[in-house]
């Protein structure tokens, strides 16, 4: 079996319609909108992000990523912007998920779970009961400037893998992927989704080739196993 043949792609970073409409024509099933952020590449303005939102196509799922850890600042922030999704980049106390399935029905709720060590795992399997999907990434919430994403750099994906196994929802991989290396991602993850930023651009610009080595690359991963 193929294991890429229902691997979903997000690109993430987005920061403009036209990158936006260049995503979505090569097949990505869900974009990256980035607000304000500690650190880390791609955050745009919050009138933009809601531009973006509403001019994507019906069917391809639009992210909000937010730093932001209090129910009412997300819940401001979503109505600002309306994508269909928030991608909560930071950890936050349970009762918030709870007041944004309250406030914000029919919003798919993505929490990123930075995995550095194999603790990550049952963290995993605990947020897994507030939330539609999880998202592994590369960075470090415990730094003086947090890392929330955009790193580029691969974390350990055997323990990505376990803890796709052990949460019953969809699992998004990020952190460090591109064309070269996706395949084997794909392969060890089994992941619902990749998740790209950095690995498709060039001098922070979305690069078109490198965008379509990388679905290639995704597509045509099953062949190579």
Known sequence: ????????????????????????????SAIGLVSAMPTGPGPIPEDLIARI??????????????????AEGIVEQHRRTKTTT??????????????????????????????????????SVELSEHVDAILLDSGNPSLAKKELGGTGRVHDWSISRLIREN?????????????QNVARAI????????????????????????????FLAVKTSGSKT
């Open 86 to 123: 928030i991608q909560i980049v930071d950890d936050v106390p349970v009762p918030v998920y709870e007041v944004l399935r309250h406030r914000l029905p029919g919003v798919t709720l993505v929490q990123v779970v930075h995995v550095r060590d194999e603790s990550l795992i049952q963290k």
């Open 187 to 214: 392969e060890t993850v089994r992941p619902f989704s990749v998740d790209v930023c950095s690995g498709v651009r060039t001098n922070g610009k979305l690069d078109e080739q490198k965008l379509s080595d990388f």
């Open 53 to 70: 939102a509403a001019a994507v196509p019906p069917g391809v799922e639009t992210f909000l990523l937010t730093s932001k850890q209090d």
């Open 167 to 179: 949460v019953g929802i969809p699992v998004y991989l990020a952190g460090g992927l591109n064309a």
């Open 1 to 28: 079996m193929n294991p890429a043949s229902n691997v979903h792609i997000k690109i993430c970073c987005i920061a403009s319609i036209e990158e936006a409409r260049l995503a979505v024509s090569l097949g990505a």
